[in-house]
């Protein structure tokens, strides 16, 4: 162990790494406590390496097969849009912010081998979400959550406090909000500044 390490000082300490530490963990991100992850092997505990997470990807080997069969009347990848576009917003005159969350960072989708699709979130700066935009698979799926955001008006801010389950797509909404608010959690989020 790396004595540098033990030096440190944490708001919380959160003893394994499986969908409830991880949980755990994401939530305190959001409220900008430090936070120290402990596992006593392998980062991502027993669900992740042994457990529930391999056991989900045949499950969703399965429904990829039985997705695969009805491919040509769904449509891949799918493509859904709640609100304004961003190029809407610029023409209207709004001044916004835009934040975009790529699937390359998603458990969900890098288990199920589909991690080719985005995210993207126009707002108000540090105001309501104007539209929702979701490429990819499920995407038709996840969707209620963006429609519900944007027709209550919420903000990336009360987005990204929400808790989403882990391994998800849906995780993609939340990251994308985070993003947004500057607070991402995984790499291949992106936030882009202000633009009239």
């Not at 402990?38 to 056991?55: A, H, V």
């Not at 944007?150 to 990204?160: H, K, P, R, T």
Request: hydrophobic share 40%; with cysteine.
């Amino acid at each position: 162990m790396n004595s540098a390490a033990t030096d440190e000082l944490y708001d919380l300490a959160i003893l394994g790494g499986g969908p409830g530490g991880y949980a755990a963990a994401l939530r305190a991100g959001t409220l900008d406590l430090k936070t120290a992850l402990i596992e006593t092997k392998r980062l991502g505990g027993l669900c992740l390496n042994e457990g529930c997470i391999p056991s989900k990807a045949l499950l969703y080997v399965a429904d990829i097969l039985e997705e695969t069969r009805k491919a040509e009347s769904h449509g891949r990848p799918q493509v859904v849009s709640v609100g304004l576009s961003e190029e809407e917003a610029r023409r209207r005159g709004l001044e916004i912010e835009v934040g975009c969350y790529s699937l390359g960072g998603n458990s969900q989708a890098l288990i199920a081998g589909e991690s080719r699709g985005l995210v993207k979130l126009v707002s108000e700066p540090g105001g309501r979400l104007l539209g929702v935009h979701i490429i990819g698979p499920r995407a038709t799926e996840i969707v209620s959550e963006a429609m519900v955001a944007v027709s209550w008006e919420a903000s990336a801010q009360d987005l990204g406090e929400l808790i989403h389950p882990h391994p998800t797509f849906s995780e993609a909404i939340g990251e994308a909000a985070m993003a947004l608010v500057g607070k991402p959690l995984h790499a291949p989020a992106r936030r882009r500044g202000r633009a009239a």
